[in-house]
Structures are given as C-alpha cells and as structure tokens.
C-alpha cells in the first residue's frame, strides 16, 4: 500500500525530511554546498555529520535502484518502476521505514574507522539490533528489523577501513524496519502504531503548526505552508548547549542560532506558538556572559563568544510583545528588562570609547552583515545603523522600565536614548546620508551598502526630511527581486558577495517596517510584495542573487521563512483576508 502524501511538496536537495524536535534530518547535503548521490541520515549533534547511507535496492541485481525522491513534510519516498521506499518520522529520534518491491541497503558513511573517528558497527543482542556508533555525533543509530530478509550484515565488528552495515532485500514483499538514534543505551525497540498511522500523526503535527503559524494563508500567500515547514523542520529539542526548544538557521551546515537570526524567527512564531516565540528571544540570553554580552552563536556543542551581533533585541521585543495573544506577565517583562538592561549596557561601556557618545562594532562580523563594503576602510567602526538599533533598545528599556514602575530607570533610559540620537545625527547625519567613523583616527566615509541606510529602523523617530532622504537613496538598491544589499552599479557589487548584493530576509523586513512607521507605506508594500514574490518563486535560501533572483548560500534558511510569513500575513491582513 502507498500511502498518500499531503502538504507542500519539496525537494531534498534544497529542503532537508525532517521534524519538530529532531536532531538529525535525511538529506543529500552532507557538508557545506557537498552533495551526495545518495540520501543520508545527517545529525547536527556535535556539529554536521553524515552518519548512514541509505539506498533503495534493486531486488533482482542487489545494486542501487533507479529512483526518483518525493518529499512532502510527513513522508518521503524513493519512487521506482517495481515498487517504492517509504520513511517517515515516528518520534523526534526514530524514523521508520517500509518498502515493497524494492530493497534497502544502511551503511556507514565513512569508510575509514581510527580511535577517534569514523562509525563502527556491530549486533547488539540484548535488543536484537544493529548499532553504528559514530564518533563525530557522539551517538549511536540503532537499526532494528521489523519485517523481512536480512542480508549478511557487513563489516559487523570490524576494525580499520571498509563497508559497514546491511541491506534487507524485497524478496519476501513488504518489508519494514525503524532507527533510532539514542546516547548509549534504552529498551528494545518496540513499534508504537502501524506504518499509515505513524505517517498520518506526522501529517497531523505539521498540519497543526501550519495552521497555527499561519491561520490566514490563502491562494494569495502560495508559499505559506512550505515556509512553515522550514520553520517547523528546523526546529530540535533542548539538549547540549540548546536550553530550551530552538528553530536553527537551517538543518543543512548554519545548524546554529545566531544571536540577530532568532529574532525573526521569534516574531513569525508570536501569534500562534507564543511559548515556542518566547523561547526563541530567549535562548542566546540564557548564556549572556558577566558583561552582557550576548554569544555571536549557540548550537548543540558550542558557544562562540569571539563576536556579538547588533543590538536589535529591543526592537524585536517591542514588536514581539504586541504580536502575542496573551501579554507577558510582570515576571517576565522583570527578566527581559534585565536582560536587555545588561546587553544595553555592554553597547553603552564595553563599545564607546573614551570620551564617545557612540558605540562601535570591531569588525563587520559584529554587525551580522560581515563583509559589507561599510566595513572595507576599517573594521573598528562607528556605524549609523548600531546608533540607530541602539536608540529602539533604550527606547523599550524606557517602556519597560515605566511600565515596572522603575520610574528612575525610565528616565534614564529615555535620556539615553534622546542623547544617542542627537549624537547620531549630529556626529553621522552629511545632510543627505550617514555616514561611518572609524575609531581610531575619526575619518569618515560613505559606502554604497544598504547598511548605511539602516537609520531606517527608528521609523517615527526620524526627522522627516532624514527619513525621506533615507527612502530615496533606499529605492535605488531596488531590484524586480528586492533590496540588494549592495547597489547593482557599484564596483564593489558581487552577484554571490553575501552582504556585497544577494538579498537579505533581515535587511527586507527592517527596512520594511521602518519605512512604514515612518510613513512611506507605498515603498514599504512594493518591498514587502517583491521578497514575497521572490521566495514564492525561489524558496527560502539564505540569500537571493539581486538580480536574477536565484537562491544562494544554504537553501533552507529558517529566518527567511519566517520573514515571509511576517510578511505574507500583514499582507494578508491589510488586504481584510
């Protein structure tokens, strides 16, 4: 029996099978821009690992099968002329497999096994499975035959280089088996329902996201549900490093959450999964160091601190709060304040230099557009777009504070922030752009990067005339596709020059918004409808050629999913859909 998809279809190669919780996904993709011919179980424990090979047999030669893949978010299959492979997730860390007239064989992806590398492979009798474990997950895959013939396993205990594991054959009909990967021991495996039902709860799980992250999807949004998919797919439970349920960048090689990245992610979850959003704004807090840093990134196994990001939080708070269904309680505006109070107040001490009213970044890592040509005179700068975050921050610290009857704090932080932008625009503002200032010997200059034009971002706050000036020089960095993050007639521009032209989902959304608030709506809808249109026809890569469109750089980004759907639903809304 062939069970029947449902969702959004996909392919593999840009969007990897996975589920809510998971760690580990199946996918071509084995290392960054790496292809493999065949499918693999791929863990983002300990990193990106490609830990089995799975390929579909040929019943009658016991060699690979010609196949095509169809993916949808609750099953895939491997389609071939004399039957078909079915798997589908039945938990977080156990998929299960079922084929008919086609074999299957799971190995070891690396060949070579050292004491400090590599999958061994052998029979585990108390729970009559076979186990890999694989010294770069730190894990084991446990492989337990359900139905059909096995083959002689190979490799079984064997040492130094060669093929490891097995192959059931479709000899005998329907066959099934399920993997389970797990840390060092648990129960034999036992089957909680029959294939179909374990197909149809995945169904229902991602149907259930989907219409609570995007209740107002309509033909008119066409890409809603598979950008829910991405969102939902990449999101894994708590474990290592990862405090709480976290959506990373991606489950291709940016498995990580990069402390401006989860902010998008926080806001497009708000409405519907408000526990899942909170949870996001949080997780890069929960490991801010004693001077308030937040980390440059977290994943399972690590947290680099050799970098930060832009303080963009108290923007995203602002907006965060107002999209919830239930306002946060006074406890938890009491831990955002404080923690946003600490981040603030690393900007304000550990990055102004004696004697500055302004902050600095050290390199252009720090403001998460990391070789955009602002950066190419110096790295240690002071930039008009950190000002401008910096300004919203002290603004919410302001609201928050009033709002906890911190009134003295209030005033501080609203005195903070008038200062910063007076500063702003006396130190940055040459009468028609901003400009940047390098720290270490005050020399200034203009770039032809859209990140010169961020300022954007204080909306309302902005002179009429600053923002209007803003809004010209930001619809010159239009594209048919968007905003490119470099102005297509600059010598600087590269069609594949990450923060040097592709498109951005951040860049998109911030510029968006703030051109609304600040009351140029007609521009902010032509933006918002051409990065709709691009990810509807181009998927959610990380980023976007400017002028062809084409998706570049890992094609299954979570905060470009999420932009969409920020966007697809004001759309929506506007429009009284």
């Not at 084991?140 to 035959?145: A, I, K, L």
């Not at 200062?419 to 752009?433: F, H, I, K, V």
């Not at 990450?498 to 521009?523: C, F, N, S």
């Amino acid at each position: 029996m062939t069970v029947a998809p449902s969702g959004p279809a996909f392919s593999v190669h840009d969007i990897p099978f996975s589920t809510y919780g998971s760690w580990f996904d199946i996918s071509p993709v084995v290392a960054e821009k790496t292809y493999a011919e065949d499918l693999h179980l791929v863990s983002h424990q300990n990193g990106m690992h490609a830990v089995l090979r799975l390929v579909p047999l040929d019943p009658a030669t016991g060699e690979r099968a010609a196949v095509r893949v169809e993916a949808t978010p609750g099953l895939l299959s491997w389609i071939g002329e004399g039957g078909h492979v079915d798997l589908a997730y039945e938990s977080p860390d156990t998929v299960r497999l079922r084929g008919s007239g086609l074999g299957i064989s799971v190995f070891a992806a690396a060949q070579a096994l050292t004491p400090f590398s590599g999958t061994y492979f052998f029979h585990d009798p108390a729970a009559n499975g076979h186990v890999f474990t694989s010294y770069e997950t730190g894990r084991r895959y446990r492989v337990t035959v359900l139905s059909g013939t096995l083959a002689d396993p190979a490799g079984a205990q064997a040492l130094g280089s060669g093929d490891r594991g097995l192959a059931l054959t479709a000899a005998t009909g329907t066959w099934e088996m399920a993997i389970e990967e797990l840390d060092t021991s648990r129960p034999p495996y036992a089957s909680s329902a029959p294939f179909d039902e374990i197909v149809e709860a995945a169904k229902r799980g991602f149907r259930d996201f989907a219409d609570a992250v995007a209740p107002w999807r309509s033909s008119a949004t066409p890409a809603a549900e598979l950008a829910a998919y991405v969102v939902w797919s990449a999101t894994v439970r708590p474990t290592g490093l990862v405090t709480r349920p976290a959506v990373l960048m991606s489950k291709h090689w940016m498995d990580k959450v990069w402390s401006w990245d989860h902010c998008f992610n926080a806001l497009a979850l708000a409405p519907g999964c408000p526990e899942l959003a909170l949870d996001q704004f949080a997780l890069p807090f929960d490991h801010q160091d004693d001077s308030g840093a937040l980390p440059d990134s977290v994943t399972h196994s690590e947290v680099l601190y050799n970098f930060v990001k832009p303080p963009v939080h108290g923007w995203a708070f602002g907006h965060l709060r107002r999209r919830l269904p239930t306002p946060p309680s006074e406890a938890e505006l009491a831990e955002v304040y404080g923690r946003l109070e600490s981040w603030t107040d690393f900007w304000l001490t550990a990055r102004r230099a004696p004697g500055a009213e302004l902050p600095h970044y050290q390199h252009g890592n720090d403001s998460g557009w990391d070789n955009a040509t602002t950066f190419d005179p110096e790295r240690v700068v002071v930039t008009a777009d950190l000002a401008a975050f910096l300004v919203l921050q002290l603004n919410e610290l302001a609201n928050l504070a009033t709002e906890l009857g911190r009134h003295g704090k209030a005033r501080r932080w609203t005195r903070a922030a008038e200062e910063t932008q007076t500063a702003l625009l006396e130190q940055l503002w040459s009468g028609d752009r901003f400009v940047a200032r390098g720290v270490a010997g005050g020399d200034t200059w203009s770039s032809s990067s859209l990140l010169d034009l961020m300022p954007i971002v204080l909306g309302e706050h902005l002179p009429g005339e600053v923002a209007s000036a803003l809004a010209d020089r930001i619809k010159a960095h239009l594209t048919p596709y968007g905003l490119a993050t470099e102005l297509t007639t600059s010598p600087h521009y590269l069609a594949d020059g990450y923060w040097r032209g592709p498109i951005w989902a951040p860049a998109t959304v911030l510029v968006e918004d703030g051109l609304r608030r600040a009351g140029h709506h007609r521009l902010a809808d032509d933006i918002s409808a051409r990065f709709r249109a691009l990810c509807e026809t181009h998927g959610f890569a990380e980023n976007f050629d400017a002028l062809t469109g084409t998706g570049l750089r890992d094609r299954a980004y979570t905060w470009t999913a999420s932009s969409y759907l920020l966007l697809a639903e004001a759309h929506a809304h506007r429009d009284g859909r």
